[in-house]
């Protein structure tokens, strides 16, 4: 399928609550558009629940659950093997969740699916925050942003530690299919949704969500700075299929200093802070290089 054969409507109907500018709802847009009506999905508290979960509001025109935050992976496990009892095996189980509902709060119920190979499709769009609550710091927010738990005052400059890198952690799983994605490559985006649609196991892709209040950008920048996120190498785009690793996307490692200063919650950083980030896209760049060229299930 390419972006012409997408149908313009999918099971995930307009009409959310979602802040101006929102990519989560783009996001859900378009997955549903190519995963289509055989979709059973489940959300954690995240702001898609809120924006688009809330009864008799629902956007989801699929079977739809919510359920408890660190639940993901274990809920749609259990979707997925009564479905296998019923011997139903053309039906996609999808879990949606943010990076806190992912990376901190569903880690260990994530690693179990991983590891068991549960025929589940798990979603992460990753906003770099918990920001239906109010724009706290996850495990996986960036090295030095503003959120209101990693506030810029009294002698502190912003988050203070490395984001934790969860296809890394999958990978270390030797789960079956491990992606990164954004929707500013749609035809990457595209083949990899299409690919996780037909592979029964494990699947796992995360997806850069930019939120417009939680980085402090302008509603209309988030497709700019989704492409610009991809080209700096701030975001790499990455797919572990059969056990070989492949960066997807060459970053030019340039203009990350001009990309972050457009988002309020970098604007306050120090020359030494833009420093350790760049250090750090070209270490995770350098380690997904290393990877890539190991071929050791084969
Ligand atoms: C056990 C538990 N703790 C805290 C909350 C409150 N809560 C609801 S949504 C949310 C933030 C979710 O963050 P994330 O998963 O990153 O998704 P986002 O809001 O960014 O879309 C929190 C802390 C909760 N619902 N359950």
Not at 3 to 29: F, K, R
Not at 241 to 256: A, R, S, V
Not at 269 to 278: C, F, G, R, V
Request: charged share 20%; with cysteine; proline share 5%.
């Amino acid at each position: 399928m390419n972006l012409q054969e997408m149908p313009d409507e999918g099971p995930y109907v307009s009409g959310d609550s979602a802040c101006a500018g929102c990519m989560a709802s783009n996001i859900a847009h378009n997955l549903l558009r190519i995963l289509g009506k055989k979709t059973i999905v489940s959300v954690p508290p995240s702001c898609m629940s809120v924006f688009a979960g809330t009864f008799p509001n629902l956007n989801w025109n699929t079977p739809y659950f919510h359920m408890q935050f660190a639940n993901t992976a274990a809920t749609v496990t259990g979707i997925s093997r009564a479905l296998r009892a019923q011997g139903k095996d053309d039906i996609v189980v999808l879990g949606i969740a943010g990076d806190g509902g992912t990376g901190d709060m569903g880690l260990q119920s994530l690693s179990g699916a991983a590891q068991r190979d549960e025929n589940i499709l798990y979603i992460c769009y990753n906003n770099q925050g918990y920001e239906n609550t109010g724009i706290q710091a996850s495990g996986m927010t960036p090295i030095g942003a503003w959120s209101n738990t990693t506030p810029v005052r009294n002698h502190s400059t912003g988050n203070e530690y490395y984001p934790k890198d969860i296809p890394r952690i999958l990978l270390a799983h030797e789960a079956t299919y491990v992606a990164t994605a954004s929707t500013a490559d749609i035809s990457d985006f595209i083949r990899k949704i299409e690919r996780a649609k037909e592979i029964v196991g494990f699947r796992y892709i995360e997806i850069l969500s930019v939120c417009t209040p939680g980085w402090d950008v302008k509603t209309h920048l988030g497709p700019q700075l989704a492409r610009e996120a991809i080209d700096t190498g701030f975001w790499l785009l990455i797919e572990y299929d059969k056990h070989i690793l492949t960066i997807n996307h060459e970053p030019k490692f340039k203009g990350l200093k001009e990309f972050l200063r457009k988002q309020g919650r970098f604007k306050h950083m120090t020359p030494d802070q833009y420093k350790i980030m760049e250090e750090y896209i070209r270490h995770k760049y350098k380690v997904y290089q290393s990877l890539s060229s190991l071929n050791y299930l084969q």
